[in-house]
Structure formats: C-alpha cells, structure tokens
C-alpha cells in the first residue's frame, strides 16, 4: 500500500476514492455506504447515513464480510465514522491476511483514538505479529504520546545496524517522534543527539523529509555531521 505525501489519512481516502471510480472491485452493500461517505453519492437517491448508523452498518460488514474488499473499505470508511466502539474490531484487522486492511487499520486506530491508543501502536510496532512496521512507526508519530518513546528506542536498537546503515525505512517517522521530546526525555534527546554520525549514510529522501519538517534540527545534525566526513 503506497504512502501518500500529504495529510497522513486524507491522502489514503483520495486514493481509494480515484480507485473506486476505476471501478475496483468492491461489494454493493459497501458501495452504497461509501457513495455516502466519499461523496460519491451526491445528486443519488441513496439514503442519508448518520454517523451513528454509519458506524455501525461498518461494523455489521466487518462481521460478516463478503470479501476481502468489504473488509478493506469497511475499516477505511471507519476513518470518517468510527468511535472507540470500533478499536477491538479493528484490532483484530491488525493480523488479516491482506497487507492493504492491516495498513489501514492501524491508522484508523490511531485516527480514533488518538494517544489514547499509545499503548496498542507501541505494542504493534514491537510485536512480531504485525509486520507493517512502517506503518506502526507512521501511525505512532501521527497519534501516539510519550508513553511510545520505549517501545521505538527498543525497536532502532533491535534493527541498530540497518538503522546506522541507513536502510530502515521506518527512522525518518521515528526521528520526527522522539525529537517531539527531546526536551522533556533524556533518551529520546540521547538518540537524536547521536543522528550525525550516521546521518550521511541515510538516504537522500529520508533526509530531505526531516529537513522539510524539522529544519533547524537537521541545520544542527548536518553541521556536526561534518566531523565524520571522510
């Protein structure tokens, strides 16, 4: 599932939604549900769904899916009207053998449930079972609080040498985390403090990501980065 360049989720909506007209396969039912959600179904003679009877008509179709794609724009659609009534549902989407679901429903746990959910992403990014790392760090940095900052020190130092390799392609969404808390955590300012002495084996991409968000922070690693060039 590619990663959208703007708004985290909202990019992920447009995508699906330019699928949908492509006429990707998906289910009646759903259909109907989502013509309402994405717009699609302005100038229709579809129903009006509230929120309430949105969420849980989501819901129903999680419970019974037809196929794969019912899942998929199901736990999409929850991004618009889920509550905390639909996290234990998504939760078990975390293990659905179908990498576009478990890459939509972390986010979609992390977009309802804020830092509320900090405990279940940090325990998503460090658990052999969920295996959209990428995803899990994305969703930390978009959604989680302090409470994260262990479980992503624990995650870099278990993959230390493809990190300082440059090769993990989670560090960028991890760097951005931790550096939230470089001035209440000692850990969190330890490992970004460390970034210069490897920060010119990180790819080109990754630094140019963290220069357009953090640039004074870069400024600063790229100036002591200097002392480790060859």
Known sequence: MARYGVEWYDAVWLGTAAQARRGMEWTGGVRQGWALQ?????????PEVTPKTSEDYLLSVL???????????????????????????????LTYPMQDVKCVAILTIAHIGGEGVTPLLAEALLSPNYREKGYAMWAILDAADERAISAVLQY??????????????????????????MSSNAEAR????????????????????L????????????????????
């Open 38 to 46: 994405a717009g699609f179904g302005q100038g229709s003679n579809l």
């Open 63 to 93: 419970n019974e899916p037809r196929s794969k794609f019912d899942v998929y724009w199901s736990a999409l659609g929850l991004r618009k009207v889920g509550t905390s009534r639909s996290i234990p549902v998504l939760l078990n989407l």
């Open 156 to 181: 870099f130092s278990k993959n230390r040498s493809k990190l300082r390799a440059g090769k993990l392609d989670t560090l960028g969404d991890g760097i951005r985390f931790l550096a939230k808390f």
């Open 190 to 209: 330890a490992f970004v403090e460390a970034i210069p002495a490897y920060w010119n084996r990180l790819p080109k991409g990754t630094r140019a990501e």
């Open 211 to 230: 220069n357009k968000h953090l640039p004074e922070l870069v400024a600063q690693i790229e100036a002591q980065s200097l002392q480790y060039s060859p």
